[in-house]
C-alpha cells in the first residue's frame, strides 16, 4: 500500500471540505465449562464451527483446509482448541469493547471453553437426532449485478513468491456517471487470492499503465505497497477484499462515485502458503444507481509529515516501539467503517474520536496486529463527528532486525494508516 504526496493532500482536502464478549451471545454453546458432562458435536460444536469457522474452511476456500464435518475436525480436534483458546482463530482483530460491529464471528469465552472442553473429551459425537446448526455470519449479497468486471486475462500466479502483488489495468465501460452503490468480489481461486483492492483512476493515465504493463514480463505489473504509475492525489479506493470480508450493498444509503471515462486498477495479492497454484481470473459485480441518498469515499488518515520526510521511527532491535498522530476536524462527518494498516511489524494500532468535551469513541483497537487479516470493519451504529473534535491514530511495532525502519512502501518498511468510509451526512 502506497501512501504519497497526493494521498496526504487528498486526506487533508477531504476532511476540510473494550470488555469480553457477554458469554449470553455464544451461538447456542451450553456452557461447558460448567457442565457436568462432556460438548458433544452435534449439540455443542457444531453450531461454533458452522457460525465462525467453516465460512472460509471449505472447499476451496481461503482457510486452506475443510471444516465442514465431524470428522474434519476431529482430526485436527487439538489444533483448533489452541488456535481458538489463543483467539488466532477466526481472524476477527478487531477488539472487544472498543464499539459494535456488524457481522462479529469473533468467539465468545463461553464458545471457546466448549471447543477446549471438546478436544480434551476426545472429541465425543454426540446424538446426530439432537444435533443443531449454526448460524454463518450474514455474507452480504447483492440485490442485483448490473455489471462485472474481471481480470484481463488469466493470471498464472507466481509460486516463487510468497506473496505476489499483481495490479491489473480494467476499462470502466459505463457512459454516464454512476454511483456504486455494492460490490462482490468473486476470487477465482480462493486458494491463491489473499486480497484485492480496486482503485479508481482517471483515464489519462492509461497510458502510464501500459507503459507499466509493457516493462513488466508478466501479465499486468508488479505492484506491492502500491499502484506506483499514479499519483495518488489522482485515485481513490472504490473498496477492498479479504477473507473473511462481509460484501455486497454499501451501508446507509451510499454510493461511490464512478465517472465516465474512468479506469479501475486491481491490485492482486496471492499467497501460495496453502501449496495451491494456477490461474486466477477474479471477477467483481458490481450494483449501480444513477442517485443516491449520500455520497461516501475513503477518507485516509495519517500523519503527512511520516509521508513526507518520515520521522515515524521504529528503531532496529524495538519492542512495542509507539508513534501516533492526531488531527482536529475542520468539519462534521459521518463515519461508518473502519481500517488499520500496518506491515509485518505491525504490534497494536487504534483509532479513535476525542469529542471536544472530552469524551472518546473509539473507532477500531488491534491489539494481536496480523498483516495476513486486513478486514475493515463496519460500525452497528454510524459513527458522527463534529467539527472541533480530534481524530487519533496510534501505532505500535517490533522491530526485530538490526535496521532502523521508518515509513515506507517496502517490505522491510512500515506504515501507520487509518482509513474510514465516510460522508458529509
Known amino acids: 500500500m502506497s501512501i504519497s504526496r497526493g494521498v496526504v493532500a487528498f ?27 462432556a460438548p458433544t458435536w452435534h449439540t455443542d460444536v457444531r453450531p461454533i464451527i458452522e457460525s465462525s469457522c467453516a465460512g472460509c474452511h471449505t472447499a476451496g476456500g481461503s482457510g486452506g483446509f475443510d471444516l465442514e464435518t465431524y470428522e474434519d475436525v476431529r482430526l485436527i480436534k487439538d489444533a483448533v482448541a489452541d ?12 477488539v472487544d469493547g472498543c464499539t459494535e460491529y456488524e457481522h462479529d464471528i469473533s468467539l465468545s469465552d463461553e ?3 466448549t471447543l477446549v472442553d471438546w478436544a480434551a473429551a476426545d472429541a465425543p459425537a454426540g446424538d446426530e437426532s439432537e444435533s443443531r446448526m449454526g448460524t454463518p455470519p450474514e ?13 484481463p486475462i488469466p493470471y498464472e500466479v507466481n509460486t516463487e513468491l510468497a506473496d505476489d502483488y499483481r495490479c491489473f489495468t480494467v476499462e470502466w465501460p459505463m457512459e454516464e456517471d454512476v454511483y456504486v452503490t455494492g460490490y462482490q468480489v468473486n476470487p477465482g481461486r480462493a486458494d491463491l487470492v489473499h486480497h484485492m483492492i480496486a482503485f479508481i483512476v482517471p483515464g489519462s493515465y492509461a497510458e502510464a499503465l501500459a507503459e507499466m504493463e509493457t516493462e513488466d514480463d508478466r501479465p499486468g505489473y508488479s505492484c506491492y505497497g502500491g499502484i506506483r504509475a499514479v499519483d495518488q492525489i489522482d485515485s481513490a479506493w472504490l473498496g477492498a477484499w479479504a477473507p473473511g470480508a462481509v460484501q455486497g450493498e454499501l ?26 497454484e494456477g490461474f486466477d481470473q477474479s471477477t467483481i459485480d458490481f ?7 449520500r455520497v461516501g469515499w475513503i477518507q485516509p488518515f495519517t500523519n503527512p509529515l511520516w509521508v513526507l520526510a518520515g520521522g515515524m521511527d521504529i528503531p532496529a532491535g524495538a519492542v512495542g516501539a509507539e508513534q501516533s498522530y492526531e ?27 476525542e469529542r471536544s468535551d472530552g469524551s472518546k469513541d473509539c473507532m477500531i483497537q488491534i491489539d494481536d496486529w496480523d498483516f495476513d487479516w486486513q478486514r475493515t470493519y463496519q460500525f452497528a451504529e454510524a459513527i458522527q463527528v463534529k467539527e472541533g473534535d480530534t481524530w487519533r491514530l496510534e501505532c505500535t511495532w517490533d522491530n526485530p532486525t538490526d535496521v532502523d525502519v521508518d515509513w515506507g512502501e517496502g517490505t ?5 494508516l487509518g482509513t474510514a468510509l465516510v460522508s458529509l451526512d
Do not use: F
Request: proline residues 4%; charged residues 20%.
Open 11 to 37: 486526506a487533508l482536502v477531504s476532511l476540510s471540505g473494550c470488555s469480553p464478549k457477554d458469554s449470553s451471545d455464544s451461538g447456542g454453546s451450553t456452557g461447558a465449562g460448567a457442565a457436568t458432562e
Open 83 to 94: 488456535s481458538v483458546a489463543s483467539r488466532r482463530m477466526p481472524p476477527w482483530k478487531a
Open 251 to 276: 451501508p446507509n444509503g451510499l454510493g461511490m462515485r464512478m465517472e465516465a471515462g474512468n479506469l479501475l486498477v486491481l491490485q492482486m495479492h496471492y499467497n501460495n502458503a496453502s501449496g495451491a
Open 287 to 293: 450494483q449501480i444507481d444513477s442517485e443516491v441518498e
Open 111 to 113: 464458545e471457546i471453553a
Open 412 to 416: 522491510g518498511d512500515e506504515m501507520c
Open 327 to 353: 488531527g482536529v476536524l475542520p468539519r462534521d462527518l459521518t463515519v461508518h467503517t473502519a481500517n488499520l494498516h500496518m506491515h509485518t511489524m505491525g504490534r497494536t494500532g487504534r483509532m479513535e474520536v
Open 139 to 151: 455474507v452480504g449479497g447483492l440485490d442485483r449485478v448490473d455489471l462485472t468486471l474481471s481480470l
